[in-house]
RNA sequence: GGCCCCAUCGUCUAACGGUUAGGACACUACCCUUUCAAGGUAGACAUACGGGUUCGAAUCCCGUUGGGGUCACCA
C-alpha cells in the first residue's frame, strides 16, 4: 500500500506558519517514500468560514513549491477535497453508526450541556463531560423525536471501561483510560459533522496510511480509535509532530508571533528559506548541516531524528537563514529578478520609470546582496539610486559641511575622468589621498555623503560606476551648495 | 483542577552509557577594511532538581519541579 499522507487546515484565516510547517513534513515524508500528499480542506464549522481562505492557503503551498498530488484544485480520485462537500457521506456514516448502536440520538441543548459542565466543575468530578442522559434512550424513541423536527446531534458510544492505547510513532503508547473519554458529537444539529467524524472517514475514504498531525491532537487520538473501531476500519498510523512555539514558549497565535505566512513573504521572506527554517524545527540533519533543501530532507528524513521539545519560532535565524540563501544560494541573476517580482508584487518600487530589471539594478542588488536579509529592506537601503530627491543624514551634513575644500576638489578633478569603472576611480582616490597626504577615509565619507545622503553606503566604487559621471557630479555640486 | 505530552547554552539543536558536552542564531571583542555590511578569529553561555541502575550517566528507571497542551454542536 503506497503512503499517503495529508494536510486538513481550516480556510479560517491567513494561511498559517503551523499549516506550512506541517506540510512540510506530510510532503516530505509522502515523497521519501514514493506516496501521494493530498491537501483536504476542513471547513465543517460554517461559522468560522473566511472568504478567500482556501485560496490562501492553496497559493500558500504553491509559493512553498509543496505541490499536493490531491487536492480541491488538481482534484484526484477522492473528491471533494472540499469536506462540506462530503457532508452526505458524513451523514450517512453517522447513521451507519446509530444503525449499528455505536452512536445514539442526543437532544441536549448547548445551554443544558453548559450546566452540565458547570455542575461537575463545581462538584469536583474528575469526568466533566456529557453526563450520556440521551445514551441508554431507547432508539426507535429517539428517531420518533428526531423524526418529530426535534434538534438532535450524534453522539459516539465510546466504551465506559478499559483502556484505548494510541501508539504514537514518536512517542510509543500513549494510554488512556476510557472512563475518562466523552460521548463526542460526531454530528452537529445543523447536520454538519465534526472534525472528530469527517476527518477520521475522510481519512479512510481517501486511504491516508499516515496521519501527521500537530502534538494538540494527541489527546483526542483514543476517540478518533474509537470511531475507528466503531466502523471496524484498520487504524492508520498516528504520528505527533512537536509544537511551534511562539514568545514565551507558548502555542504560536496571533498574540504570541507572527503565524502568517503572508505576511513574512510580504517581508521579502524566501520560500526555500521559510521551508528550510521550518525543516530545522524539530528536526536537524543527520551530518548538522542548516542550510538545506525540500530535497535534501526527503533523501535524509527520518522520525527518529525529530525531537520532541517544542520549539520557540525565532526571526532573528529565520532572518539570518534568508540572507544566506540571498548570498550564498541564488544566483545573481535570479536574485535580481527575483528582488524584482518582489518590489513589483509589492508595489515597492520608487521610480517605476528607472527601476527595470536592467544593468544599473544588478549593479545595485549586487552591491546589497551581503547587506540585507530581506528583500523588504532593499528599497530603504538604496534609494538614493533612484532618486534625486534623497536627505542627507544628521552625520552626513556634519561632514558635508566641514570637507568643502576635498568636495570641490573632486568635483574638478573626478569630471577630467575618461570613465567612471571602479579600478579607474579607485587609482584616482588613492593617488588624490597620498598627494594631500590624507587618510583614504577624509576622501570617501564627504564624497559618500554627498552621493548617498548617508555614511553608510556600499563601496565607493561599485556605487559610483553604477550612479554614472553625470549623476555623481551633478550630487557633488549640490552637496557644495548645502 | 483532571488527563496527556515535554525538559541540553537566551533561542534552534548535536550526543542514541565512556566527548575538555559539539555546531548555529543572537550577544561581546578582535582581524579585514574607504563607511556599513558580509567574511574570519576568539569569548561568554546549557545537561532543572533529587534519588536509584551501572565500573561509568545529558543519555536508562522512579519521584519532584517547571513548561506546554487538552478538557466545544472549533478545528
Known sequence: MSTRTRIAPSPTGDPHVGTAYQALFNYVFAHQNGGQFIVRIEDTDRNRLVEGALEGILDMLEWLNLPPHESPTVGGPHAPYIQSERAEKHRQYAQQLVDAGKAYLSFETPEELEEMRAAAAA???????????????DPLEAQKRADAGESYVVRLKVPLEGETVVQDLLRGAVTFKNSELDDKILLKSDGFPTYHLAAMCDDF??????????????????????????????EPQWIHTPWLLGDGGKKLSKRTGDVSVKSYRAKGVLPEALLNYLGM???????GRELFSVQDMEEHFSWERVSLGGSIFDFAKLKW???????????LEEL??????????????????????????????????????????????????WSE?????????????????????????????????PEVTHDFFQAYALEKGIKLGKVMSPLRAAVAGTLESPEMGPMLEALGKEKVLARVRRALEF
Not at 463531560?129 to 440521551?134: A, K, S, T, V
Not at 475514504?205 to 500537530?214: F, L, P, S, W
Request: net charge negative; proline share 3%; charged share 25%.
Open 123 to 137: 462538584r469536583g468530578d474528575e469526568y466533566g463531560g456529557y453526563d450520556r442522559r440521551y445514551r441508554t434512550l
Open 205 to 234: 475514504d481517501m486511504g491516508i496510511t499516515h496521519v501527521i498531525r500537530a502534538e494538540e491532537w494527541l489527546v483526542s487520538t483514543p476517540i478518533h480509535i474509537q470511531i475507528y473501531r466503531a466502523f471496524g476500519w484498520p
Open 281 to 287: 524545527m524539530g528536526w536537524s540533519m543527520p551530518d
Open 321 to 331: 537563514l534568508n540572507g544566506k540563501y540571498i548570498r550564498e544560494v541564488l544566483s
Open 336 to 385: 535580481a529578478s527575483r528582488l524584482h517580482a518582489y518590489l513589483l508584487e509589492n508595489s515597492l518600487l520608487e521610480n517605476g520609470e528607472t527601476l527595470e530589471l536592467n544593468t544599473t539594478f544588478r549593479q545595485v542588488v549586487k552591491m546589497l546582496t551581503p547587506r540585507m536579509d530581506l528583500f523588504s529592506e532593499f528599497m530603504a537601503k538604496t534609494h538614493y539610486f
Open 389 to 421: 530627491d534623497f536627505e542627507y543624514t544628521e552625520k552626513a551634513r556634519g561632514v558635508l559641511e566641514s570637507s568643502r575644500e576635498v568636495l570641490s576638489d573632486l568635483l574638478e578633478r573626478l569630471s577630467t575622468l575618461e570613465n567612471f569603472s
